[in-house]
């Protein structure tokens, strides 16, 4: 039963993380593909600097839903059919396919994000006390920057880092829970590679920069 437990979570993680809302919304509003403009990224601040703050709400806001209701969805799942096996197992597996849904989506040629917002979304269902500290290190690293980069990678730095404390304090699963954040945290880091050769280029963008 655990077995078929993971691959329910994992399956319905991964499907409702491969709805990707940035190529949703801009087909819906814009009858166009948001991989074939600016950044080429599927990413709420490429729909942002392309489309405009309404648009980049809507991507948010589902994003970050899609991968709540992951979350909910495998922590449902080994709640109802494996009681001797702490949901959080279920909450973890779900969250990490939705992470890996969106950026490999079925439905759209498994071209995708990065995976910020709906990592975020994972962390605010797992626990909603994980998630300002996050926010927190994004909106400081952002606003000494000016770059979204910068502040997505280090609050997937943090999130491990934040898990683990918060788990200690907690007494329990810690080490699952910190394993799991720090799988989510390397793959959103990894996604940010490029950006982390134009950081160090000294060419990545930063918000509101007038294009050349």
Not at 16 to 36: E, M, P, Q, W
Not at 145 to 155: D, L, N
């Amino acid at each position: 039963m655990l077995v078929i437990c993971i691959i329910l979570a994992a399956a319905a993680g991964y499907l409702l993380g491969s709805c990707s809302f940035a190529i949703i919304v801009t087909r819906l509003l814009y009858k166009t593909d948001i991989r074939k403009s600016g950044s080429g990224n599927a990413g709420m601040t490429n729909v942002l600097r392309t489309y405009g703050k309404g648009a980049a709400a809507l991507t948010l806001i589902g994003d970050i839903g899609k991968g709540m209701v992951a979350v909910c969805i495998g922590r449902l799942i080994f709640t109802l059919l494996s009681a001797n096996v702490n949901p959080i197992f279920g909450a973890y597996i779900a969250g990490i396919a939705a992470v890996l849904g969106h950026i490999y989506p079925l439905y759209f040629g498994f071209k995708g994000g990065k995976a910020v917002s709906v990592g975020g979304g994972v962390a605010l269902a797992i626990n909603p006390l994980l998630f300002p500290p996050l926010v927190v290190v994004f909106l400081v690293a952002f606003l000494c920057t000016k770059m979204v980069s910068v502040g997505s990678i280090a609050a997937a730095v943090s999130y491990p880092i934040i898990t683990c404390i918060y788990f200690c304090i907690q007494g329990h699963d810690v080490f699952f829970a910190t394993l799991c954040s720090a799988v989510i945290a390397a793959i959103v880091i990894w996604m940010h590679r490029t950006n982390i050769e134009r950081i160090k280029n000294g060419t990545e963008y930063k918000f509101m920069q007038k294009k050349k």
